[in-house]
T-cell receptor
Framework: AQSVTQLDSHVSVSEGTPVLLRCNYSSSYSPSLFWYVQHPNKGLQLLLKYTSAATLVKGINGFEAEFKKSETSFHLTKPSAHMSDAAEYFCVVSPSGGSYIPTFGRGTSLIVHP | SQTIHQWPATLVQPVGSPLSLECTVEGTSNPNLYWYRQAAGRGLQLLFYSVGIGQISSEVPQNLSASRPQDRQFILSSKKLLLSDSGFYLC?????????????FGEGSRLTVL
């Protein structure tokens, strides 16, 4: 079985400073990993995905994530936060063994101060 | 391109009244379909998923039900709403296979039960 742990429920940064949202996963196989963003009262939008190609994955809006198998991590980063980045972020691992249910982390709320 | 439509966007219903939320997908065939719920300040809770017409899997026992009368239509229903049914409901579709974690979400339906 797989699991996802988002290590911070809230992250607070100032505009223009770097963003780091942490995600650790547990999986008995080589997983696909995803980051989603959800703005208030909106659906989730895919930011980026890792599917066993390059370990450094670039996504939309300047975000990127690095897959580190040795650390079982898939942290999301951005060099410079913008006010519009304030949202909820979810780390997701694809299912295994014929399941159709991806596993979502509990989410990290990113707060951006002016 | 694929699109997903979900309605209504908001609704306020009295306790004991029925519910019907509808979701349709365009531009793809035989998608995996999902209903999630978010309570205020909480993560995503998977309610139902479907891998084909008439095939519904329930993840959480509750007074809600789901149906898939057509390939790209997914309906969430209740005969009698409870206060605890309030929340933000999200429909999503996915293509399955190695990218089963890649989901495309609707804009959500906010339900308030009074």
């Amino acid at each position: 079985a797989q699991s996802v742990t988002q290590l911070d429920s809230h992250v607070s940064v100032s505009e223009g400073t770097p963003v780091l949202l942490r995600c650790n996963y547990s999986s008995s196989y080589s997983p696909s990993l995803f980051w989603y963003v959800q703005h208030p009262n909106k659906g989730l939008q895919l930011l980026l995905k890792y599917t066993s190609a390059a370990t450094l994955v670039k996504g939309i809006n300047g975000f990127e994530a690095e897959f580190k198998k040795s650390e079982t991590s898939f942290h999301l980063t951005k060099p410079s936060a913008h006010m519009s980045d304030a949202a909820e972020y979810f780390c997701v691992v694809s299912p295994s063994g014929g399941s159709y249910i991806p596993t979502f982390g509990r989410g990290t709320s990113l707060i951006v101060h002016p | 391109s694929q699109t997903i439509h979900q309605w209504p966007a908001t609704l306020v219903q009295p306790v004991g009244s029925p519910l019907s939320l509808e979701c349709t997908v365009e531009g793809t065939s035989n998608p995996n379909l999902y209903w999630y719920r978010q309570a205020a300040g909480r993560g995503l809770q998977l309610l139902f998923y479907s891998v084909g017409i008439g095939q519904i899997s329930s993840e959480v026992p509750q007074n809600l039900s789901a149906s898939r009368p057509q390939d790209r239509q997914f309906i969430l229903s209740s005969k009698k709403l409870l206060l605890s049914d309030s929340g933000f409901y999200l429909c999503a579709w996915g293509g399955g296979g190695p990218n089963t974690g890649e989901l495309f979400f609707g804009e959500g339906s906010r339900l308030t039960v009074l």
